[in-house]
Nanobody, 121 residues
Framework: VQLQASGGGLVQAGGSLRLSCVASGRTFSSYVMGWFRQVPGKEREFVAGISQRGITTYYADSVRGRFTISRDNAKNTMYLQMNSLKPEDTAVYYC???????????????WGKGTLVTVSS
């Protein structure tokens, strides 16, 4: 599976962005999907995850209530709607696929290239 994230950009604090992650191949629906983010000099951290059929979603405490993860298996696409953005949300955001629900980057088996989100104060 190849993953391609997009939708990043520059936004003011309090604004919104929607990230997309498009997957190649016909097995997208068999994977648990997730979003991670990374700031230079820091470890990659979990943001949100979604089960294969989208029934289960789970979030990092820092984004719960502001971010919403979703997926459209017919389009091989996952989304991250980010509202009420804060400067501390500034990072490179990565999409990833795994075989099971996990918040650990080491459990991800496929990664997309990141998309930069910059939130100005």
């Amino acid at each position: 599976v190849q993953l391609q994230a997009s939708g990043g950009g520059l936004v003011q604090a309090g604004g919104s962005l929607r990230l997309s992650c498009v997957a190649s191949g016909r097995t997208f629906s068999s994977y648990v999907m997730g979003w991670f983010r990374q700031v230079p000099g820091k470890e990659r951290e979990f943001v949100a995850g979604i089960s294969q059929r989208g029934i289960t979603t789970y979030y990092a405490d820092s984004v719960r209530g502001r971010f919403t993860i979703s997926r459209d298996n017919a389009k091989n696409t996952m989304y991250l709607q980010m509202n009420s953005l804060k400067p501390e949300d500034t990072a490179v955001y990565y999409c990833a696929a795994s075989n099971g629900i996990s918040r650990q980057s080491r459990d991800m088996i496929y990664w997309g290239k990141g998309t930069l989100v910059t939130v100005s104060s």
